[in-house]
């Protein structure tokens, strides 16, 4: 158990819908990040957060955004979603320094239909 | 931008034997970490094994090692006696060290482990 914890587990929905995924991080790690694994893209970043302010962005369509909230806890959330869209997207968090290893959640399944 | 490559799809190895698996990177950056990811059926990434580009000496975990060259951009990783439990896809991955940043992937390798 990495201490990272994201809900739900599971996720399936149609074409056209919009669905939140969350995940909340190990105590203490204030950097949050959303990684989307889809079998031709293979692992991709989509975007960081850090104590609640957007740090980086990677390959994150406009149709996804997401947050941190005070708490630390993260949302992404995924709109107007489309069948490529289905993919394991997973939340890892990690402390403030490079160094630090990154810790991955479970990960979330989406399927979209 | 940073980009890894493993060039090895699949690779597959008897119980007991060594394999080792290939990746390289590209980068232009003199100070980054290398990083190996284990992803098992269950999908959950476990980090495998750790190298800090600034250490010359090869980074080991119990029956896991890395072959670092730096000046040839190539990061491999060796697991020695595989064990049942070893089969499942293994991603390389690269951070830079300026400040708190994301991982590069490679696209994995998977790895059947033959009894």
């Known amino acids: 158990d990495s201490g990272v914890t994201q809900t739900p587990k599971h996720l399936i929905t149609a074409t056209g819908q919009r669905v939140t995924l969350r995940c909340s991080p190990r105590?203490?790690?204030?950097?949050v990040y959303w990684y989307q694994q889809s079998l031709d893209q293979g692992l991709q970043f989509l975007i960081q957060?850090?104590?609640?302010?957007?740090?980086a962005k990677g390959n994150i369509l406009e149709r996804f955004s997401a947050q941190q909230f005070p708490d630390l806890h993260s949302e992404l959330n995924l709109s107007s979603l489309e069948l490529g869209d289905s993919a394991l997207y997973f939340c890892a968090s990690s402390e403030i320094s490079s160094y630090n290893e990154q810790f991955f959640g479970p990960g979330t399944r989406l399927t979209v239909l | 931008a940073q980009t890894v490559t493993q060039s090895q799809p699949e690779m597959s190895v008897q119980e007991a034997e060594t394999v080792t698996l290939s990746c390289t990177y590209d980068?232009?950056?003199?100070?980054?970490?290398l990083f190996w990811y284990k992803q098992p059926p269950s999908r959950q990434m476990i980090l495998v094994i750790r190298?800090?580009?600034?250490?010359?000496q090869n980074a080991t975990e119990n029956r896991f090692s890395v072959n670092f060259q730096k000046a040839a951009k190539s990061f491999s990783l060796k697991i020695s006696d595989s064990q049942l439990g070893d089969a499942a896809m293994y991603f390389c991955a690269y951070r830079s060290a300026l400040g708190n940043t994301p991982l590069v992937f490679g696209k994995g390798t998977r790895l059947s482990v033959i009894a």
């Open positions: 190298q800090e580009a600034y250490k010359q």
């Open positions: 105590s203490g790690d204030l950097s």
């Open positions: 980068t232009s950056e003199s100070d980054y970490y």
């Open positions: 957060y850090y104590n609640g302010e957007e740090r």
